[in-house]
């Protein structure tokens, strides 16, 4: 995997809709789980959600739980992470990153390459 590389990020109302997604470059996507991270300005990066290697298993943290939806698909590897119900404290610097790790999916150390970030800002 040589380049991650997040898009879809933007303003939008409270209350409203985002899709991200993130290209992977190289062969061995597949191999890999997946996860998006997110970033506020004055605060620590942390987990928002991860897809096993299959697609077959998601994990999301408590704030998102129910309003995002994360999803892969190896053919175009690509992951995405479908956002409704979006609130004011969704703001933040977005990441995906390839996960190598094979337990805690929402630790930052089990991750090894990363994209450039996306930003989402979400008015109310």
């Known amino acids: 995997q040589g380049q991650l590389v997040e898009s879809g990020g933007g303003l939008v109302q409270a209350g409203g809709s985002l899709r991200l997604s993130c290209a992977a470059s190289?062969?061995?996507?597949?191999?890999?789980?997946m996860g998006w991270f997110r970033q506020a300005p004055g605060k620590e990066r942390e987990f928002v959600a991860a897809?096993?290697?299959?697609?077959?298993?998601?994990y999301y943290a408590d704030s998102v739980k129910g309003r995002f939806t994360i999803s892969r698909d190896d053919a175009k590897n690509t992951v995405y992470l479908q956002m409704n119900s979006l609130k004011p404290e969704d703001t933040a610097v977005y990441y995906c990153?390839?996960?190598?790790?094979?337990?805690?999916?929402?630790?930052?150390?089990?991750?090894?390459?990363w994209g450039q970030g996306t930003q989402v800002t979400v008015s109310s």
């Open positions: 897809v096993t290697r299959s697609g077959g298993s998601t």
């Open positions: 990153a390839r996960h190598f790790g094979t337990t805690v999916v929402a630790a930052l150390y089990e991750y090894d390459y």
């Open positions: 190289g062969r061995t996507f597949s191999s890999y789980a």
